[in-house]
């Protein structure tokens, strides 16, 4: 009988990735996982993942943490800053909600959620309001507006409202393609790509995606 593996999640050295974003920030982070406990992890103070420099976390501050680990697969999770600890050297004591609430996060495509947001086409200089079916950091589907017409391969200048937990607004404003119209219970859909995205842009639909996922394990739970 052949040995099962068992994927081990966080575990003590992991190197971590911290983004500020939830905190009001935009700023990226690095750190070193020195412990785990019950519903923590203690970790190195971490530093900006550009300059070097060491950073401040206020407790209470809401931090996004993601890891990759020893079987190569990567990990996201919410996390709060909870205190601090010293060993010697100065360290930061972070909330942690368990391997079962980690979320895993699919490296060769982006992960797409079922969400109706808010978003505003602009076509030829007139502009509609439309709901979103779905969206992912690669693209979005819409419900398109009934009194317009509209073809694969046009351009539109579009803007998505992104809603957080936090009660933080992010408008994403892109010039996305049609790639593909198809219907959907009476209702005309467009999948769009985008045709190019700023990093941080892409970073907060990754985020927002991410905290869906979040809400919809708490409601069937």
Request: aromatic letters at 8%; a neutral charge.
């Amino acid at each position: 009988m052949g040995w099962q593996v068992t994927e081990v999640l966080l575990s003590i050295e992991t190197i971590i990735s911290i983004d500020k974003k939830i905190a009001k920030g935009s700023e990226k982070y690095k750190s070193k996982v020195i412990d785990i406990g019950d519903e923590f992890i203690v970790i190195d103070y971490p530093t900006h993942i550009e300059t070097g420099r060491i950073a401040f976390f206020i407790d209470g501050a809401q931090i996004h943490v993601t890891f990759t680990n020893s079987m190569k697969s990567s990990y996201a999770f919410q996390a709060k800053v909870i205190g601090r600890v010293n060993k010697g050297v100065p360290l930061l004591k972070l909330s942690y909600p368990g391997d079962d609430q980690l979320i895993k996060i699919q490296r060769r495509e982006f992960v797409r959620v079922e969400t109706p947001i808010d978003v505003a086409i602009e076509k030829d200089g007139q502009f509609s309001q439309c709901v979103a079916e779905d969206i992912s950091a690669g693209g979005i589907a819409i419900n398109l507006p009934v009194q317009k017409e509209f073809k694969e391969g046009d351009s539109l200048g579009i803007t998505i409202t992104l809603p957080f937990i936090s009660k933080d607004i992010k408008y994403i404003k892109a010039d996305m393609t049609i790639i593909r119209i198809w219907e959907k219970d009476g209702r005309k859909i467009a999948s769009l790509q985008f045709e190019e995205v700023p990093q941080d842009d892409r970073q907060n639909i990754v985020r927002f995606c991410f905290e869906h996922q979040l809400r919809m394990r708490k409601k069937e739970q």
